[in-house]
């Protein structure tokens, strides 16, 4: 496929080029063409149009009033309140749940971006300040940032220990209406089949589904042909008559246990980088939307975006959160590793018990010292030594990292 035309380079040159038109790099170009209209901004994509083949989803108080009112344009989909089911546990939460179709998303950077969203465009390589393409075009900025996503597995940064959140996703057009009003996050009365397994439902209009089954699992990899069968099951299970598969989705976020920060940003050797691939996520449900836009929102008031500047501003926007995430990676230590894999639905279920502001606080990454209190108090779902054990292997596992 032939690349879309690069646009005549501005007079002043170009202040960022955005590698990768993702979720990350995305919001950051819409976000300062908003806002910082006078900066000249190009985005490189590979594929035939940005956001790739995704959902994005996230709690009402994921993000500031400010945050909900800019990124209104890119929601596709609103609900009051969702549920979970766990054997011994149904229950509806309130609160708003939204998501982001990658459709939608295309849609807004393309209105918003023009030419300067250029599409079907191969990076060969980058630096900090230049980008060579495919083509053998070599472009040049004040600054650079790497947005591709995730490393292959085989190249990902090794000083992160992570599990992982993968999952086969499938929309379906139904012969007839389903009755859902509002999503289903985590249906666990599922079999585990080995490890934490539960089905993620979004009813996308009245005879549409949207139908995840989604394991916490050790690799990135998941079986794909059994997730479909799983899906299958599901619906008939649930009585739903599916008809046609309008598309497919796969992924697998990272959950992560441990890391050495420092060590990590080192690797990058000063190149800035934003999304996944800057560890930007929350650490036990692997989902970035919420701090993809503080990170849009903290790049729009730099005065420079030269290349260390930008790197170090990032570095230093990431480590604020690596700090605040300790309490999280302990927790998944203490999911991956302690107990049983097929009966770590129990410490999910143990959980949606607790108060729903709690609850809240917890998925936007904003826990008290008393929501941790809370959370690790009363009689544990997993045996006390198995719990303790997980705790502490974050000193060994570090030592063992690269």
Known sequence: MQ????????????????????????????????TRPELDVLVLEAGPRAGGNHTWSFHQGDLSAAQHAWLAPFVTSRWSGYDVRFPALERRLDGDYLSITSERFAAVMATTLGERLVTSCEVESLSPTAVRLASGERLTARGVIDGRGPLAPEAANPHLWTGFQAFVGQAWRLSRPHGLVRPILMDATVDQQGGYRFVYTLPLSPDRLLIEDTHYVDGPALEVVRARANITDYAAARGWQLDTLEREERGALPITLAGDFTRFWQRLDGQPTSGLRAGLFHPTTGYSLPQAAALAEHLSGLSSFEASQLFDEIRAFAAERWRAQRFYRMLDRMLFLAGKPD????????????????????????????????????????????????????????????
């Open 3 to 34: 690349p879309h035309a690069i646009p005549a380079v501005p007079p002043g040159g170009w202040d960022l080029i955005l590698v990768g038109g993702g979720l990350a790099n995305g919001l950051i170009a819409c976000h300062l063409r908003e």
């Open 343 to 402: 009966a770590r639905w129990q410490v999910m279920q143990r959980f949606y018990r607790l108060d729903a502001a709690l609850i809240e606080r917890f998925y936007a990454g904003r826990s008290t010292i008393k929501d941790k209190l809370r959370i690790l108090s009363g009689k544990p779902p997993v045996p006390v030594g198995q719990a303790m054990n997980a705790i502490m292997q974050r000193t060994s596992r570090l030592k063992a990292l690269p």
